[in-house]
């Protein structure tokens, strides 16, 4: 079982950026998918969540700008990160979680959004 996490990266206040999740080993579509940030010398924080029955769940600081989806062909879950802002730094972490008897963590791909 793996999750591998890309698509961070260097980019100014207000521009964009997607990252992609890939599952190996299960099928992200019967889990609840998630994405979390951890900021430095933060906790990690929920940013967006997305159930296998397609609800999903974003946190009050990034609603409206964040999207999270699901390529099942592509076993890949998506964050689309539009309006980026400097507090939107840390390291991204996806998530999967089944019924919270089992959880898979991927390792952190870095976001750093310049002001």
């Known amino acids: 079982v793996q999750l591998q996490a890309s698509g961070g990266g260097l980019v100014q206040a207000g521009g964009s950026l997607r990252l992609s999740c890939t599952a190996s080993g299960f099928d992200v579509d019967l889990y609840t998918m998630g994405w979390y940030r951890q900021a430095p010398g933060k906790q990690r924080d929920m940013v967006a969540r997305?159930?296998?029955?397609?609800?999903?769940d974003y946190s009050d600081p990034v609603k409206g700008r964040f999207t999270i989806s699901r390529d099942n062909a592509k076993n890949t879950v998506f964050l689309q990160m539009n309006n980026l802002k400097p507090e939107d730094t840390g390291a991204y972490y996806c998530?999967?979680?089944?019924?919270?008897?089992?959880?898979?963590w991927g390792q952190g791909t870095l976001v750093t959004v310049s002001s």
């Open positions: 997305l159930t296998a029955d397609g609800s999903v």
């Open positions: 998530k999967a979680d089944w019924y919270s008897v089992r959880e898979y």
